[in-house]
């Protein structure tokens, strides 16, 4: 592989990694569930 193919697939990978860290992060922070009072249930 070329130098430049090696940075190019080092770019590739920071972007898909770092999307999937900064994802789980942003879901840590402030998970979308909805509280027990909120819940209704359809029957």
Request: negative net charge.
């Given at each position: 592989m070329s130098g430049s193919a090696i940075v190019m697939m080092l770019v590739a990978m920071l972007i898909i990694w770092g999307g999937l860290a900064v994802a789980i992060v942003n879901l840590r922070r402030s998970p979308d569930l909805p509280h027990a009072d909120?819940?209704?249930?359809?029957?």
């Open positions: 909120e819940i209704q249930r359809d029957l």
